[in-house]
Every structure is written in C-alpha cells, then in structure tokens.
C-alpha cells in the first residue's frame, strides 16, 4: 500500500540535512571542523536526530514513498551523521535495513550506516564505506572483512567499486590538514568512542 507523500515532513528533513551540511561546510572553511568532533556539528547532529527520533516514532521510518527520495536521502543523511549516539544508530539501522528489503529506499543507505557503526565499534567493515587517514597520511578505507570480494558486495547494493570511492574521497580530502600523528589520532577517536559508548 502506498503511503501519501508528506510534502511538509519532506520540506523538514530536507531543511535538516541542509543545516548539517551548511554548518560542515562553514567549519571547514575555516578549518575547525578538523580538530576532533566540533562541538557546533554536535549539536546539529543531535538535535537532527531528536527530531528525526520524534518523527520515526510517530510514523515510522520516513521511506521515499512518505517523504520522496531526497526526503529519505536526507533522513539517512542525519542518522549517518548521529555519530555520538550509538543506541540511535543502531536501533534506525534495523529500520533502515527493513525498508531496503521492501524496496522502500536504495540498499546502499543501511550498508553505509552498517559500516559506520561496525568501524565504531572496533570491528572490520563490509562494504568499504568508511575511510580515514591512514599511517601513510593518505585517505583510505578503514579495515575491511573479506577485502577480496568487497566489489560484489558493493555492487549488491548498488554502490561504484571499491577504487572509484577510495579516488573520490582522497580528492574531496586534498584540502584537508593530515593528522600530524597517526598514533595519537587513534587514541583520540578510542577514547571519543568509549566515552559515547560505541565500546
């Protein structure tokens, strides 16, 4: 059955992921964005996800047919972004996967979101969404299960293969300060994770 499109929860989600995305790109302009989790992204995230949380639980989760793409484009983009709330995450991830089974929106939307918070919390990724500097200082994906066959997965849920993502994100990174220590970026994010409870 067909769910009526609802133009002004479409209208809200849309105006949520722009605010996201604006206030990245104000941070980044003048660098801050780069120097641990901002405390202004935060925020944003959070409050997002509180309203996105509010919504889901009052209609479910916002599928194209109830918010078209962009507003389901836009809802997978603030739960992705909710990286300080794990339980969140977790709990809009089964909802995510449940309506890529129904063909509610694309399979690629749970498969970044799997990833995010398998890298979270410690462990190998599947589909190779997840990148971050490595020890080289170059922007690769993070740590992948099985890395031989990621191609097949990725194009299983309709994503480009693994080295047009990896060239795509070292070119949107070239603007970007390297870590100056690849040890010490490392302990930072483990302590961020325990400290929001990924581990």
Known sequence: MRVQLSESLQ???????????????????????FGGYHPDMQAVHEEN???????????????????????????????QHAIGLPEFQRRCLALLTEAAT????????????????????????????????????????????????VDERRAAVGLPPLAEAIARHRAQAENEPKPTSYAERQRSMKAWAKSVGWL
């Open 102 to 149: 129904a063909g509610s929106i694309p399979a690629w939307q749970p498969a970044y979101l799997l990833d995010r918070i398998l890298t979270f919390e410690g462990k190998q990724q599947v589909y190779g969404t997840s990148f971050d500097w490595d020890e080289q200082g170059l922007m690769n994906p993070r740590a992948i299960a099985d890395p031989t066959s």
């Open 49 to 79: 996800a509180a309203i996105l949380d509010g919504i889901i639980q009052e209609r479910g989760w916002p599928t194209s047919d109830m918010v078209g793409d962009d507003g389901a484009d836009a809802a997978w983009l603030i739960v």
């Open 11 to 33: 209208q809200l989600l849309i105006d949520m992921s722009r605010r996201d995305l604006e206030t990245r790109q104000r941070l980044a302009d003048d660098m801050s964005l």
